[in-house]
């Protein structure tokens, strides 16, 4: 298995090739933190993108979805796909409007999609979706049945043909325009969570369980 | 101009379509309040989708880079565009695994993205971007100049041909597992701004202005 992540022609970077690499922790790290992947496909009305959850097992991103869900019914015989996943940062502010930027790390994966079919297969997919937007809760709920999973489609892209893309730090301004005199600098953004609101519906005085009081993401 | 949004075969939802709508005004807060767009688009070497920072001017999305940029270059002609704008609300934790779910809120747009040549016009969606990512900004930084403006390619897409779906509130679990007793709920999500990071390239003693202080989104 090869620790760094295939360089082809469409994964070269080619702007700004210092916020490249094709390191494949990074991918990882940054795929394990997101939540949302946009998963880009052609169909015959032409190109379209979606948001979709998604879980990692080693070298593979793992997309899901309805049975009945119009874009998926398109992958039973695998289907080209980009799959990218950004986590954003912050706000860069530099003396210049040009050199605005974000502070991000975004991972782009080309491949192709193809089904997984094989119920025990689908069963730790659909374990890794929930370790990998709540983890403890796999164990803490009902676990799919015949039916559900049958009514769902699981789709693998291998994370292969990929490349990472990285902005941190302060504003890099063009030498004649610092001393301008506006401030500069970055203003950090975070996804957070908020205080667990419990459901209407559920027998009142369950508490909340740590895995939920105490989220944050990895 | 049409209030609602342009429903065709692509736009129709057909997946909790009880989420679903073609509101223009809907669609519209949505991508105000997103910072990064992705963008998918064909090439030579299949479908691709690359995160873009973007404004909104009226019924349009404006999208920007460099001139210089591989993907960008082949947009001269126009060319056919999917554009996402997803917002994550809240990760919703269900009796049953298969009925977790996000709250979240997404735009997805279809057209031909063409290039905006017009100086003027390109001044204006400079001027977009940042009141965009940072209302207040423009005017407190040095505006682009001919040869930046040259540099940078900016792109526009109609927000016509779109759909908007929504997810909110609590779980929905079927009736069979509601008092199964596991904790059920919400976990919310938001993008929050931290303490501004002064450059430290900046002259000292440079306090950062109220709109970099209060930042918050819309």
Known sequence: ????????????????????????????????????????????????????????????????????????????????????????????????????????????????????TDYEQKQAAFKAFLDHLVPGRWEDCRQPDAKETGATIVLSVPIDEASVKVRSGPPKDAEKDLGLGYWTGVIPLELTPGSPIPDPLMEPGNAAPEYVRRYKRP
Chains 1, 2 share one sequence.
């Open 1 to 116: 298995m090869p620790d760094d992540l295939r360089k082809t022609n469409r994964t070269t970077i080619t702007r700004h090739d210092e916020r490249g690499s094709y390191d494949r922790e990074s991918a990882n790290s940054i795929i394990d933190e997101g939540m949302v992947a946009h998963v880009g496909f052609d169909t015959e009305d032409g190109p379209t993108v979606i948001p979709m959850t998604y879980a990692r097992i080693g070298d593979e991103i793992l997309l899901h979805g309805a049975v009945a869900s119009r874009w998926l019914s398109g992958f039973a015989k695998g289907k080209p796909v980009s799959v990218c996943v950004t986590l954003l940062d912050g706000l860069v502010l530099a003396q210049s409007a040009f050199s605005h930027s974000m502070n991000y790390r975004s991972v782009v994966c080309f491949g192709t999609a193809t089904l997984v």
